[in-house]
């Protein structure tokens, strides 16, 4: 059993080791958060707000619940991971929206008809799993490009839970919504230091962990990572870059699956007929994956930090009358800015190379 | 008749990394000539040329073309100059038909053109020059002597006067190769200049007029190819004094321990890249295969390895037939395999550790696919240790290591393994003459330790330095097998040029 003291040790020999990465890491993060409410006071100024005043509201409303912040967090923690397991395999997976559909779909109709919350769980999870398998067969043994095929599953599975909540799951005695989950299968909330803390936040931090475990300390992880950074090098040690696209996108739709499922068992209950409840974590989670630099344990806190932004969103907008988009227009410059030290660290290297060869 | 068309004087290129590509070189080629550009790999010949096309800017130098100097700012200015280049890899869209990728390349020097105009001028110019290209047809489904005939079209259609051509006939079946030097002959009449990049002996005699040989950046001499024969040329590009000699005990060998039997393989194409190779490897020798690059080395190695297909053929490793073996497998049964490329060999973004465990993982493998990560520290501080590799920790990224320092770790993450045959392709490409050294003497020591080496190099001074029996590879067949005091660097010159000596 190792000490405690040789675990530290250890810790920091691994920190100090990679310190140029982890430092480079966190100042692209905080710089493209930086930028993102840079650029978003001036888009306020240029619209006659005081931004001074809308950030003050938007941290002062959006993080002061904690409960809340991270029930809300919960399903973008696992959307996150939708996108992000498979990009460390080298895919492309904007379907985490709807793989988030079925399981909220499958989650929902379990918990109704069964009543049994586990079960429910387990085959949302199995839903969503299927759904990333089935991109992803089509990618590796048709050719076929995943984000065109997941373009189009998404639409599909939207237009068929809206049909499904408004038509044969629909609830006649709240017509504006689907057929609810029964008390007895929904996911209770845990007072801890007088906080209320979500079951369905503890269980998404579970998933998280166990998905961080799979991809640093198993097998499977660590062929995920070498197709994802090189597949020619996966091919020389024997392994399938193809196989792990598959796998990848078998635990990222599994992700998207749960997500749903916590979502409607520990949080909304039931899916509204406008799908307003659902509609755009999986979007979200591809900008709170890239904020968490494809770490699951990053994805949880960048979670909870576009979570509390959508809630203080929603506040700016109720107080100042602001436009109800600036939660989403913050998002997108933090997104692009994200972006920005890959592209400008690519095209360093490619630059780099380019002078090698002149 | 000697008017020169493209004058080079006193091209230097020293690369940004110190390495010196092009030293004092001077390059006259006639006007209507056909001109040879022979040498070996890194001699130098495709820098040059990049320099004439534009490409790349060279350190010190003059370019005169047609008697005015000139100073090229990107190969736009080099065509419109009148010089063209038809690659290796062809850059035509695979997706498009033989006429819409003419008018696309057709537009950069007229803009105002339409298809029709395009078309027009494309089939008179196949009248004159004698070569036939379907127009309507999409480009990929064309065989590739019939694109290569497009891209001298292409060239053409933007008035080249120049046309460089690099290493065309490697591409090309022989019959294909027949028609190339028809039609350079016709280009010939017609007044085109053609510089012809090759290392094949036999093709450069038989079609230029005058040939230049580089070796390591120097220019050796310009010949009339009328008064060298082909023993002169391999001389001339192959001669040089044996540096860095190593000493090593007569080997020992010992049992067969790799048999690669009539092997047959494709490259990316599809085209056989490895035609019939049959090798024997002992325990406790060298075996070295030299050659020029892209003569079905790595197609070799990797079809060995398992990475690619064998379509005929049998390997036997021991007394067991791997031919039918996935990769893992063969390395599992004691095979290594040390790539050409550090690229494909390591994975640049992951830490020493986890690259040395690549190709390991089965060593830390624990129940559920379970990575024992201490293992793996275990396994990576063995390589650090036995090849002396600097590095500030087990857990720094790859990417920070010294070209050296992560050769070191791919050769050391092999033979902690401790397997019994080794395939080591290119293993001091691009190092240092330390690092160069202490590789070097690593394989010699394997060796001593009754180890059976694949070495597959294109550096004659290695293959000679450490082979104890030499096998020469030309276009994917095995030239000769003997040992080292059979040949004569002539000789090596000649089959690796593809002649065989008498």
Redesign the interface.
């Known amino acids: 059993m190792p000490s405690k003291d040789g675990f530290f040790q250890k810790l920091r020999a691994r920190f100090r080791a990679r310190a140029q990465d982890y430092g480079m890491a966190a100042l692209e993060v905080f710089l493209s958060a930086a930028i993102g409410f840079l650029a978003g006071a001036i888009a306020l100024l240029v619209l006659g707000y005081d931004p001074l005043r809308v950030y003050e509201v938007l941290f002062s409303w959006g993080y002061t619940d904690v409960g809340y912040l991270l029930l809300k967090s919960t399903p973008l923690i696992m959307t996150a991971i939708a996108f992000s397991i498979p990009a460390l395999a080298g895919v492309f997976n904007i379907g985490g929206e709807s793989q988030l559909y079925v399981g909220a779909l499958l989650g929902l109709l379990v918990a109704y008809y069964i009543h049994n919350a586990p079960l429910a769980i387990i085959v949302a999870i199995l839903g969503g799993a299927g759904l990333g398998l089935f991109i992803a067969l089509l990618r590796v043994y048709r050719g076929i490009n995943e984000v065109i095929t997941a373009i189009m599953v998404n639409w599909i599975m939207y237009w068929l839970l809206a049909y499904l909540v408004t038509g044969p799951f629909n609830n006649p005695k709240l017509p504006q919504q689907s057929v609810p989950v029964p008390k007895s299968a929904q996911i209770p909330m845990f007072s801890v230091v007088g906080v209320n803390i979500a079951g369905s936040f503890i269980l998404a931090v579970i998933g998280a962990l166990v998905i961080y475990y799979i991809v640093f300390y198993t097998k499977t992880g660590y062929i995920m990572r070498v197709s994802g950074l090189s597949p020619a090098s996966a091919k020389y040690a024997g392994f399938s870059p193809e196989k792990a696209i598959l796998t990848s996108m078998l635990i990222g739709g599994a992700a998207a699956g749960l997500g749903g499922a916590l979502l409607v068992l520990g949080d909304v209950h039931s899916i509204d007929t406008t799908l307003s409840a659902v509609y755009g974590l999986g979007f979200t989670g591809i900008g709170i994956g890239l904020l968490g630099r494809n770490n699951p344990i990053g994805i949880i806190f960048a979670a909870i930090f576009f979570s509390g932004l959508l809630i203080g969103g929603q506040y700016v907008e109720l107080f100042l009358n602001a436009p109800p988009n600036l939660s989403d227009f913050l998002i997108g410059v933090i997104v692009i800015a994200l972006s920005i030290p890959y592209a400008y660290r690519f095209i360093i290297s490619w630059i780099k190379r380019r002078r090698m060869t002149k | 008749m000697t008017e020169p068309a493209v004058e080079m004087l006193h091209i230097t290129k020293i690369?940004?990394?110190g390495v010196v590509a092009l030293r004092d070189v001077n390059f006259v080629v006639h006007k209507g000539e056909i001109h040879g550009l022979l040498g070996e790999n890194g001699a130098g010949k495709t820098t040059l040329m990049r320099i004439l096309y534009g490409e790349?800017?060279p350190t010190k130098g003059e370019i005169i073309i047609f008697g005015k100097k000139v100073k090229f700012r990107g190969p736009w200015d080099a065509i419109k100059h009148g010089i063209g280049m038809v690659y290796q890899k062809f850059t035509l869209i695979p997706t498009f038909t033989v006429i819409e990728n003419l008018h696309l390349s057709h537009l950069a020097i007229n803009p105002k053109a339409t298809v029709a105009e395009t078309r027009k001028k494309a089939e008179e110019l196949m009248e004159t020059v004698g070569l036939k290209v379907p127009l309507d047809s999409v480009v990929e489904e064309l065989p590739i002597g019939v694109q290569q005939r497009v891209e001298i079209i292409k060239t053409l259609l933007r008035d080249a006067k120049i046309l460089i051509l690099d290493e065309p006939t490697s591409v090309l079946t022989p019959i294909e190769t027949e028609e190339l030097f028809k039609t350079l002959a016709r280009l010939k009449e017609l007044g085109i200049t053609v510089i012809f990049i090759t290392h094949k002996l036999k093709e450069v005699k038989r079609v230029t007029d005058r040939i230049t040989v580089l070796r390591r950046g120097r220019k050796i001499d310009t010949v009339e190819t009328a008064k060298v024969t082909e023993v002169d040329l391999a001389r001339m590009m192959v001669q040089r004094e044996i540096v860095l000699k190593i000493e090593k005990k007569p080997a020992k060998p010992g049992r067969i321990a790799l048999v690669i039997g009539d092997l047959w393989v494709k490259d990316e194409r599809g085209i056989d890249a490895v035609k019939g190779v049959s090798l024997e490897l002992r325990e406790g020798e060298i075996l070295g295969i030299a050659g020029v690059q892209g003569n079905g080395q790595r197609e070799l190695a990797e079809a060995i390895?398992?990475?690619r297909k064998i379509y005929k053929g049998r390997i036997k490793l021991y007394d067991k037939d791997i031919t039918h073996f996935?990769?893992?497998e063969?390395?599992r049964n004691g095979l290594a395999?040390v790539?050409d490329?550090r690229?494909?060999?390591?994975?640049?973004?992951?830490?020493l550790r986890?690259n040395v465990?690549?190709?390991n993982?089965y060593r830390i493998?624990g129940r559920?696919?379970?990575?024992d990560?201490a293992k793996g520290d275990e396994i990576a501080r063995k390589v650090v240790e036995e090849l002396e590799v600097v590095t500030?920790?087990?857990?720094?990224?790859v990417k920070?290591l010294s070209g050296g320092n992560q050769q070191k770790v791919m050769v050391g993450r092999e033979i902690v393994r401790e397997p019994q045959v080794f395939i080591v392709a290119e293993p001091t490409q691009g190092l240092d003459v330390g690092a160069t050294e202490f590789i070097r003497k690593m394989l010699i020591k394997l060796r001593d330790n009754g180890k059976a080496i694949l070495l597959i190099s294109t550096d004659l001074d290695e293959i000679l330095q450490l082979s104890d029996r030499i096998a020469v590879i030309y276009e994917g067949r095995i030239m000769a097998v003997g040992k080292p005091e059979e040949f004569t660097l002539e000789k090596l010159g000649l089959l690796m040029g593809g002649v065989h000596a008498e």
């Open positions: 690369y940004p990394d790349i800017k390895a398992g990475i996935s990769t893992l063969r390395y395999y790539p490329s690229v494909v060999g390591l994975v640049l973004d992951m830490t986890e465990v690549l190709t993982i493998l559920l696919g379970y990575l990560w500030p920790s087990i857990l720094t990224p920070y």
